[in-house]
């Protein structure tokens, strides 16, 4: 049973510093992951990935961190603006074209 | 840019109708999802088409249908409607070759009374 797990429902962190979201999963087949971020009544827009090739991707002020022998992905935004108050999604391809998404973070972003 | 467009913002209906959810797609998608949210359960799936009049269940398919008779039209339907499909419902497209994100529509807000 694959599963894709974010322990922490909501995140609330000061403007300018760091915001880690977290991400397990159980499925070692596939290790291809992706965030989503999701503002109220929008879809969720693809933010950035990361492949089993790596341990790292960086985009801008988003990193993405891999680590396999743990099966835990986390998202560091540096620095964090009032702007990236949303909901994140990790997510996990499987390698069909289907994603198994977790249950989401609300991060909130305070001046 | 790809778009996905979803027929409504915000749909009310009432316990027994049936309900028509339309989804378009403008990139030649092979790929079309419907995924309904929920607090505290994330996005889960409920159908997926591969193809024209291809479909496949879900994690969720129970008391709904879809249509797929155009490439770049996906439609949702509620045969029923009760009130635990008060939900909302996002679609989303993704080109077909393994690892490909999926983009998605704004979503629709479905209250069944």
């Known amino acids: 049973d694959q599963q894709v797990k974010q322990n922490s429902p909501s995140l609330s962190v000061q403007e300018g510093r760091i915001s880690i979201l977290n991400c397990d999963y159980t499925?070692?087949?596939?290790?291809?992951f992706l965030w989503y971020k999701k503002y109220p009544a929008e879809g969720p827009t693809f933010l950035i990935s990361?492949?089993?090739?790596?341990d790292k991707n960086e985009d801008g002020r988003f990193t993405v961190f891999l680590n396999k022998s743990a099966k835990h992905l986390s998202l560091h935004i540096v620095p964090s603006q009032p702007g990236d108050s949303a909901v994140y999604f990790c997510a996990e391809s499987l390698g069909t074209d289907k994603l198994i998404f977790g249950t989401g973070t609300r991060l909130q972003v305070f001046p | 840019d790809v778009k996905v467009t979803q027929s409504s913002r915000y749909l009310v209906k009432r316990t027994g109708e049936k309900v028509f959810l339309e989804c378009v797609q403008d990139?030649?998608?092979?790929?079309m999802f419907w995924y309904r949210q929920d607090p505290g359960l994330g996005l889960r799936l409920i159908y997926f088409s591969y193809d024209v009049k291809m479909k496949e269940k879900g994690d969720i398919p129970e008391g709904y249908s879809v249509s797929r008779e155009k490439k770049e039209r996906f439609s949702l339907i509620l045969e029923s409607a009760s009130t635990n499909q008060t939900s909302m419902y996002l679609c989303?497209?993704?080109?077909?070759?393994?690892?490909?994100?999926?983009?998605f529509g704004p979503g629709t807000r479905l209250t069944v009374l």
């Open positions: 499925n070692s087949m596939f290790d291809y």
């Open positions: 990139m030649d998608h092979e790929n």
């Open positions: 989303a497209s993704s080109f077909s070759a393994g690892f490909n994100e999926q983009f």
């Open positions: 990361i492949s089993s090739i790596k």
